[in-house]
């Protein structure tokens, strides 16, 4: 560890990966109440779990990825943060509104209060007085992060970053907005939840994935920074725009079904270019690096994320397509291998990455990693394909046949077991993750000449 102050990004790390455990154990939970709708039904109703398992993904990618800023921006800056004493100031911030959130949701307190009590928005449930301190906090970290680049050396790789976590939290604020029309409440819900996952995360992404492409390839960092800036404005070209493609049947205008279909397509774009750029810079550096788990994770991400944002997202962004497959197993799909790919993968790789560098250990427990890496890529991997099979059956049979919807369900029964399973793949590749991370491998202590026997 060169700088004192990344010490900082263990914490983080820490509390992003308790988060990720309760994210996909709620996540293994919810798909048990698919096949058994009646497991805890008065303790942790449906609505109230997923929320749990929505909310958790979300924060704990933030903590991530505020941990990979914290990690990354000393060395890129040449400097210490500026304040490591606001940097944990800010963890506390968003500890202390997590744990509000969850006694809210599943207490069911304050229903109703303006201030205290959940609101009804998918993603942003949250009560208002935890969306505002999320916005101090952010207001914290990016002063912290801003003050230290701009005191320090600029580089592609902390000016695409920065770009990314500032427009998260300008994003962040029409979260804010909840207007009475449905319609415009959705348009601008859609401004803060496709914006930051196809927008905004997409530059965070593309940058953390630039820093551990320099450090575990070697290949010289001008090569590295010019696949950044082309992966960044495909990222915002196919991005911005391709918003639309949520705005198909919400009482929009119908100009934004063409628009939403031409630039949705393109958004396969630079998840294609972030997967050739990191197997092409492997290929170049053709540098042994002795992380060899953090390495295996970073080509997963970019092959994950091509495939679940880009393949299976242009499968059904067509607005022909998606009148019939839109809300259906397909779109659970999409999202399942998308997030996991572009995002969860991001933040295991820096993980694996950054530990041994902040305890100062060799990397350990690779191939206990390595084997989470595929336990959890094949268990989302054969979920997204269940879901797929289950979705096309339920959109002939529901929205083409005109079925109605609860026994369309009952049809999908087989599937949604084979769901759990993969689920259960995903849970136990989590676990088995943070033990390799956390867990320090046994030495072997070779006998010395004082352990022989006298025979000997």
């Given at each position: 560890m060169k700088y004192r102050t990344q010490r900082i990004a263990q914490a983080y790390f820490l509390t992003a990966m308790a988060l990720f455990l309760v994210q996909v154990t709620v996540g293994l939970l919810l798909g048990w109440i698919y096949v058994s709708p009646n497991t805890l039904s008065d303790i942790l109703p449906f609505n109230i779990a997923r929320m749990l398992h929505t909310n958790s993904l979300i924060v704990w990618l933030l903590t991530g990825f505020f941990g990979a800023a914290y990690f990354l921006i000393p060395e890129e800056s040449e400097r210490e943060i500026h304040s490591e004493k606001l940097a944990y100031i800010q963890l506390a911030i968003l500890i202390l509104g997590t744990a509000g959130v969850v006694v809210t949701y599943v207490f069911d307190l304050f229903n109703g209060?303006?201030?205290?009590?959940?609101?009804?928005?998918?993603?942003?449930?949250?009560?208002?007085?935890v969306k505002l301190g999320i916005v101090v906090a952010a207001l914290i970290f990016l002063y912290n992060v801003t003050m230290t680049v701009l005191a320090g050396r600029k580089t592609a790789i902390?000016?695409?970053?920065?770009?990314?976590?500032?427009?998260?939290?300008?994003?962040?604020?029409?979260?804010?907005?909840?207007?009475?029309?449905?319609?415009?409440?959705?348009?601008?819900?859609?401004?803060?939840?496709?914006?930051?996952?196809?927008?905004?995360?997409?530059?965070?992404?593309?940058?953390?994935?630039?820093?551990?492409m320099?450090?575990?390839?070697?290949?010289?960092?001008?090569?590295?920074?010019?696949?950044?800036?082309?992966?960044?404005?495909?990222?915002?070209?196919?991005?911005?725009l391709g918003t639309g493609h949520h705005y198909y049947w919400i009482g929009t205008p119908g100009?934004?079904?063409?628009?939403?279909?031409?630039?949705?397509?393109?958004?396969?774009?630079?998840?294609?270019?972030?997967?050739v750029f990191s197997f092409v810079m492997v290929w170049k550096g053709r540098r042994d690096h002795p992380n060899k788990a953090a390495l295996l994770w970073s080509l997963g991400t970019t092959t994950?994320?091509?495939?679940?944002?880009?393949?299976?997202?242009?499968?059904?962004?067509?607005?022909?397509?998606?009148?019939?497959?839109?809300?259906?197993?397909?779109?659970?799909?999409?999202?399942?291998?998308?997030?996991?790919g572009a995002y969860v993968s991001l933040n295991l790789a820096i993980f694996t990455y950054a530990f041994p560098i902040l305890w100062n250990r060799d990397p350990y427990n690779q191939v206990l990693n390595m084997s989470s890496f595929?336990?959890?890529?094949?268990?989302?991997?054969?979920?997204?394909f269940v879901l797929t099979f289950a979705g096309t059956i339920q959109t002939h049979l529901q929205r083409v046949m005109g079925e109605?919807?609860?026994?369309?369900?009952?049809?999908?029964?087989?599937?949604?077991?084979?769901?759990?399973?993969?689920?259960?793949?995903?849970v136990i590749g989590a676990i088995l993750f943070i033990y390799a991370i956390l867990v320090p491998r046994r030495e072997v202590i070779e006998p010395g000449p004082a352990a022989m026997t006298p025979a000997e």
């Open positions: 209060n303006f201030l205290l009590g959940k609101e009804g928005r998918e993603f942003l449930e949250q009560p208002l007085w902390t000016n695409v970053l920065l770009i990314g976590l500032w427009g998260i939290a300008l994003l962040f604020l029409f979260a804010l907005y909840n207007p009475s029309n449905l319609s415009l409440d959705k348009m601008f819900w859609w401004y803060v939840v496709h914006l930051w996952v196809e927008g905004v995360w997409e530059l965070v992404m593309a940058a953390i994935l630039a820093y551990l320099l450090k575990l390839t070697g290949v010289d960092r001008e090569i590295v920074e010019k696949w950044l800036y082309v992966i960044v404005a495909t990222a915002l070209f196919s991005g911005i100009y934004w079904q063409w628009i939403g279909s031409i630039f949705s397509t393109l958004e396969v774009i630079p998840f294609f270019l972030m997967m994950l994320a091509f495939f679940g944002a880009g393949v299976w997202g242009f499968m059904h962004t067509l607005h022909g397509v998606n009148f019939y497959t839109h809300g259906t197993q397909i779109t659970a799909a999409h999202g399942h291998l998308a997030f996991f595929w336990l959890m890529s094949g268990g989302m991997a054969f979920m997204t109605n919807y609860m026994d369309v369900q009952d049809q999908l029964q087989i599937f949604y077991i084979m769901r759990f399973g993969a689920g259960l793949a995903v």
